[in-house]
């Protein structure tokens, strides 16, 4: 699966974003998504995940209560919506897709297989 994000800019502190991530193939809905972001100089450090099915979620603490990932299986697109962004949410943010990913790793960029290719969000104070 090829993965696309977009959706980032320049937003200041308490405003919201909206990412999207759109995938390529009639497989789509066979695949666990997920949000990463990477701060510069720094590791990747997962967001969100999200079940095939769009019936199950994990957030990073950071992001709980702020950020809420979703799919549209038939538009082939998962959904990152960033409310309440903060300064320590900048970052480059990548989408993430695997097939056969365990629940156990889920939080692991190293073991997903698909990464789009990263979309910036810079928050201002």
């Known amino acids: 699966v090829q993965l696309q994000a977009s959706g980032g800019g320049l937003v200041q502190a308490g405003g919201s974003l909206r990412l999207s991530c759109a995938a390529s193939g009639r497989t789509f809905r066979s695949y666990r998504m997920a949000w990463f972001r990477q701060a510069p100089g720094k590791e990747r450090k997962f967001v969100a995940y999200?079940?095939?099915?769009?019936?199950?979620?994990l957030y990073a603490d950071s992001v709980k209560g702020r950020f809420t990932i979703s799919r549209d299986n038939a538009k082939n697109t998962v959904y990152l919506q960033m409310n309440s962004l903060k300064p320590e949410d900048t970052a480059v943010y990548y989408c993430?897709?695997?097939?056969?990913?365990?629940?156990?790793?889920?939080?692991?960029?190293?073991?997903?297989?698909?990464w789009g290719q990263g979309t910036q969000v810079t928050v201002s104070s």
């Open positions: 999200i079940e095939r099915s769009g019936g199950s979620t």
């Open positions: 993430a897709a695997d097939a056969n990913i365990i629940w156990s790793s889920i939080s692991d960029h190293t073991k997903y297989k698909n």
